[in-house]
């Protein structure tokens, strides 16, 4: 089976070539944005690593509320819950049974709980928009909402990063000049020895 695109990191998805990757997921796919949007929360797209690639995320300034793995088939959508959010969620009464189910039954993993919900039919999306607003609620409490800004970048571009000094770390150390003139030696020559000296009775 080849390798997904997604799994580049050099290749930088675009809707034209990610409706071509995703073929018949490329529907639901735009359904979860839809619907995301609504919430407003617009995908920024993320290099999640060599096994998941590139897929979108979805952010309230620097806070994470869900993601889309797309190379996997189906589509899954994931939620990362820690335990302010999951104390939350252990008493929220709106979340729909079935996303709390998925909730109950996920570990944690260090310290979140990272909630996968397939997102194959109608029911399967309900459940993940679900747990999107049960995370919602309960980050609403800090007061951290979405805000009516446009929405950023679809595809976020790799940035190089600030060019290295020689000398700094990850750089090899430039290699000194030897100076050119001889310095003036002072005090005996190396090859005379204190003991040699004294027997000449210059000591």
């Known amino acids: 089976m ?10 930088i998805p675009n809707d034209e ?13 735009q359904e979860t944005l839809i619907e995301l949007a609504k919430r407003k929360l617009y995908p920024e797209m993320y290099w999640y690593g060599p096994s998941s690639g590139w897929a979108p995320r979805f952010c309230i300034a620097e806070v994470t509320v869900c993601g889309i793995y797309l190379a996997q088939n189906p589509l899954m959508g994931l939620v990362g819950v820690g335990d302010k959010v999951g104390n939350f969620l252990d008493k929220d009464t709106e979340l729909s049974p ?12 260090g310290p979140l709980r990272w909630i996968e919900a397939q997102l194959a039919t109608r029911g399967d ?34 940035e190089p990063g600030p060019v290295k000094e020689p000398g700094k770390p990850g750089r090899k150390a430039v290699k000194s000049n030897e100076p050119k003139e001889i310095p003036v030696q002072i005090g005996p020559s190396s090859a005379y020895s204190i003991q040699a000296i004294l027997k000449a009775g210059r000591g």
């Open 17 to 29: 070539s990610l409706s071509q990757i995703l073929g018949n997921r490329w529907n639901r796919y």
């Open 98 to 109: 079935r996303a709390r189910g998925l909730y109950e039954m996920t570990p944690k993993k």
């Open 125 to 158: 999306l309900e459940a993940f928009l679900s747990l999107v607003d049960g995370k919602l609620r309960a980050l609403a409490l800090d007061g951290v909402t979405p805000k009516d800004t446009p929405p950023p970048p679809r595809m976020k571009r790799k």
């Open 2 to 11: 080849a390798k997904s695109p997604l799994k580049d990191k050099d290749f």
